[in-house]
């Protein structure tokens, strides 16, 4: 079969990718950067992919694309998932070793520094909640049996909208991510309960590490 990382919601393929570009700049990266330097460059570059190939997918996704991506593809899905959310987290906490190593860095670098460091920030935020408003949209459109009839799961109501595209799932997500609440939408089954619960918590973990971390850098700039 003919892979084309345009014609599927696989993910496994562009993460593979993804990898693979960000290994190729932590090669040709000159030897004197410092290690957290190096790290947050190649995943940047490996993010930025992953976001722009998955962003584009999904503007261009209709609702019957979506249940077919669901359908085809949510087998070995959550465990990609959980290991990019995983990373995100991570990369946030590398800036701390990032920053923590400015002793004898010249303006110019530390400036640099923080460029990078809120690059890191403003990508893993990004990512992480793509990544929750993808789970949901696979995770509303994937088939149950009911009443000897295959439906679709579906465990969230938006409002006057009963086929949402990947918009309403990035709405959702986000807005779970800034305010752990959507008053409009209306959580309708134990696992989406689950699901929202789980993004809520990282959320209030994630984002109390970013404000952790933008003092951090304030301080550098100080």
Same mark, same amino acid.
């Given at each position: 079969?003919?892979?084309?990382?345009?014609?599927? =919601?696989?993910?496994?393929? %562009?993460?593979?990718?993804?990898?693979?570009?960000?290994?190729?700049?932590?090669? *040709?990266?000159?030897?004197?950067?410092?290690?957290?330097?190096?790290?947050?460059?190649?995943?940047?570059?490996?993010?930025?992919?992953?976001?722009?190939?998955?962003?584009?997918?999904?503007?261009?996704?209709?609702?019957?694309?979506?249940?077919?991506?669901? !359908? /085809?593809?949510? !087998?070995?899905?959550?465990?990609?998932?959980? +290991?990019? *959310?995983?990373?995100?987290?991570?990369?946030?906490?590398?800036?701390?070793? +990032?920053?923590?190593?400015?002793?004898?860095?010249?303006?110019? +670098?530390?400036?640099?520094?923080?460029? +990078?460091?809120?690059?890191?920030?403003?990508?893993?935020?990004?990512?992480?909640?793509?990544?929750?408003?993808?789970?949901?949209?696979?995770?509303?459109?994937?088939?149950?049996? %009911?009443?000897? %009839? !295959? !439906?679709?799961?579906?465990?969230?109501?938006?409002?006057?909208?009963?086929?949402?595209?990947?918009?309403?799932?990035?709405?959702?997500? =986000?807005?779970?991510?800034?305010?752990?609440?959507? #008053?409009?939408?209306?959580?309708?089954?134990?696992?989406?309960?689950?699901?929202?619960?789980?993004?809520?918590?990282? #959320?209030?973990?994630? /984002?109390?590490?970013?404000?952790?971390? #933008?003092?951090?850098?304030?301080?550098?700039?100080?």
């Amino acid at each position: 079969m003919k892979l084309n990382l345009f014609k599927n =919601f696989d993910h496994r393929p %562009r993460l593979i990718v993804a990898v693979g570009i960000a290994v190729l700049v932590s090669i *040709i990266l000159p030897s004197w950067l410092h290690l957290p330097t190096r790290i947050l460059c190649a995943w940047n570059s490996g993010a930025d992919f992953f976001l722009a190939v998955t962003w584009w997918k999904m503007i261009k996704a209709t609702p019957e694309k979506i249940r077919r991506y669901a !359908e /085809n593809e949510y !087998e070995g899905h959550l465990a990609i998932f959980m +290991l990019v *959310i995983a990373a995100a987290c991570a990369s946030v906490l590398a800036i701390g070793f +990032l920053l923590n190593d400015k002793k004898g860095l010249s303006t110019t +670098l530390l400036t640099l520094h923080v460029i +990078l460091s809120i690059m890191t920030i403003v990508g893993s935020w990004l990512l992480v909640h793509t990544m929750f408003a993808v789970q949901y949209a696979h995770s509303y459109y994937k088939y149950n049996s %009911r009443n000897n %009839r !295959e !439906e679709i799961t579906r465990g969230l109501d938006f409002p006057n909208n009963d086929y949402p595209d990947y918009w309403e799932f990035l709405y959702y997500s =986000f807005v779970i991510g800034m305010t752990s609440q959507v #008053s409009d939408v209306e959580t309708r089954s134990r696992d989406m309960r689950r699901l929202t619960l789980l993004h809520s918590i990282l #959320s209030f973990f994630f /984002n109390t590490t970013i404000l952790a971390m #933008s003092i951090n850098i304030i301080a550098s700039l100080i």
